[in-house]
């Protein structure tokens, strides 16, 4: 199994650019979540889904959209790039509510 | 919004040292999950506590979920090189749909 894998490991845009961090996990989980890290902080949980077609806004959700329409994969889309969303980005699965959750090796993204 | 305190910041060390690090909390948590991540990688699972009191080892690692149910601990023991990362506590509020809180992080450095 590869587990979760993120894709680009690195990207650069430009204000107002957009993009899609695509995310798939390969140990059908149901729930996927996106986080962004920024530097000394924890995660902060962007979107969720419980399962294909089900989505949420987790804590910090503006600017970005997301879609589930397979288990396998959870891609986050940026519509129109802040310098603010200057982060690394995280997405996750786990089975089960109140466990473990896997994490993919991230994206860095520079939004100059 | 609830607040998630994590203690120290970092911690230089030297090898051989034990660490400890705790995570504190305003609300209550059904469970407790601590991470490491290595430099340009995710987070990866150490220990995973469910039940107040409970008190898991993985290794050198030692963990403890409060009985107040409002804070956990870590502790390395014997520390390596190897164990230089960032140390993330992560909880689930009750009802909060398998959301996880985390930490802002220890950074854990070792020297010979």
């Known amino acids: 199994n590869a587990g979760v894998t993120q894709t680009p490991k690195f990207r650069i845009l430009k204000i107002g650019q957009s993009m899609t961090l695509q995310c798939a996990q390969d140990?059908?989980?149901?729930?996927m979540y996106w986080y962004r890290q920024d530097p000394g902080m924890g995660l902060k949980l962007i979107y969720y889904s419980v399962g294909a077609g089900i989505t949420d806004k987790g804590e910090v959700p503006n600017g970005y959209n997301v879609s589930r329409s397979t288990t396998e994969d959870f891609p986050l889309r940026l519509e129109l790039a802040a310098p603010s969303q200057t982060s690394v980005y995280f997405c996750a699965s786990s089975l089960v509510l109140a466990d473990e959750q896997f994490f993919g090796p991230g994206t860095r993204l520079t939004v100059l | 919004g609830q607040q998630l305190n994590q203690s120290p910041q970092s911690m230089f060390i030297q090898e051989g040292e034990d660490v400890s690090m705790n995570c504190t909390s305003s609300s209550i948590f059904n469970t407790w999950l601590w991470y490491k991540q290595e430099p340009g990688e995710g987070p990866v699972l150490l220990i995973a506590l469910y039940k107040a009191g409970e008190l898991t080892s993985n290794g050198r690692l030692t963990a403890q979920f409060g009985i107040t149910r409002k804070d956990s601990f870590l502790n390395i023991s014997a520390s390596i090189p190897s164990d230089v990362g960032i140390y993330f506590c992560a909880g689930q509020v009750t009802d909060s749909w398998g959301k996880l809180q985390f930490g802002a992080g220890t950074q854990v450095v070792v020297t010979p």
């Open positions: 140990m059908n989980h149901n729930y």
